[in-house]
């Protein structure tokens, strides 16, 4: 049988290489000598751990360690091979625990110095190691335009992230995903959008693990953000810790015209009822808000 799509240009077989998995890329490389080498030249490196490792496993240290290195050996192999001018797309499902932190140097054990022209990277993490993250991004992705990170909540409220964080002089979209929330104030996490000077569109998505709502003074943090212009808000509940951010937000983003409260789904009536107690008219009027 005549073999046609071998027939293309390689660039036009790149391009189609580079919307299946890395894994199914690098299989293709057995069909023919001429493919051998093409998975190399891919544009999108998408690396999804979490099936193998969960949040679960990081709980036993060696097994943890054991499972992270055998599949970090694996990406390390793909990116050393890996021959591309070009990245539009590096994701990275790996749950960063603080077990990893050796690893996470990102020296001789991640070689991410072959993906300086990304331009969009999706990590998860815990909350121990965003630090060490952040540094690594703005060292390494000089180009970023567009980040999603998800990371245990594991109170932010205590271990506020107030450190002089580098800046993403590039990125336009920050998406932050917090899972096991607690009604506790989430200014920790005001530093990576302040990190972001040019920021256009925040997603933050929260996932709760108690849904108590508590009525404590919401606290105030000022800091302009001056191309800020969009906000998504998914899993609002109505409490604590959707007061201290949207308050943050709307008060701080001197440009922001559209707010999105997505409530939380577990009830979700009950929170679109306070959304609108606690947001309108209480809003700058400049600010569309927009209750999904």
């Not at 929260?206 to 800020?228: D, F, G, N, R, Y």
Request: aromatic share 10%; with cysteine.
């Amino acid at each position: 049988m005549e073999d046609r799509l071998s027939q293309l240009p390689d660039e036009v077989i790149v391009s189609i290489l580079s919307q299946l998995t890395i894994r199914e890329a690098v299989q293709t490389s057995s069909l023919s000598t001429q493919w051998h080498y093409l998975w190399m030249h891919v544009t999108r490196l998408n690396f999804d751990i979490s099936e193998f490792i969960t949040w679960k496993i990081c709980h036993y240290p060696r097994l943890c360690r054991k499972e992270g290195m055998k599949h970090i050996n694996l990406i390390n192999n793909v990116l050393d091979f890996h021959k591309g001018a070009h990245l539009e797309e590096f994701t990275l499902s790996f749950p960063f625990h603080k077990h990893f932190k050796r690893v996470i140097r990102w020296k001789s054990d991640l070689f991410l110095e072959n993906v300086t022209s990304l331009l969009t990277a999706d990590f998860k993490m815990t909350q121990a190691v965003i630090c060490e993250l952040v540094h690594t991004f703005t060292t390494y992705f000089t180009r970023l335009t567009t980040l999603s990170l998800e990371f245990c909540h594991m109170g932010l409220d205590l271990y506020f992230l107030d450190h002089a964080l580098p800046k993403f002089n590039n990125l336009k979209v920050l998406v932050l995903k917090l899972s096991g929330m607690e009604d506790v104030s989430l200014l920790g996490i005001t530093p990576l959008i302040e990190a972001s000077p040019y920021l256009q569109k925040l997603h933050i998505e929260l996932e709760w693990a108690k849904t108590m709502i508590s009525k404590e003074k919401v606290i105030q943090k000022k800091c302009p953000h001056q191309h800020l212009k969009e906000v998504k808000y998914s899993g609002y509940l109505g409490g604590f810790a959707d007061r201290v951010l949207t308050t943050y937000l709307t008060r701080n983003s001197v440009a922001l015209d559209t707010l999105f409260i997505d409530p939380y789904e577990y009830d979700a009536q009950e929170p679109r009822v306070r959304a609108r107690r606690h947001l309108q008219g209480k809003i700058p009027k400049r600010v569309k808000l927009v209750i999904l």
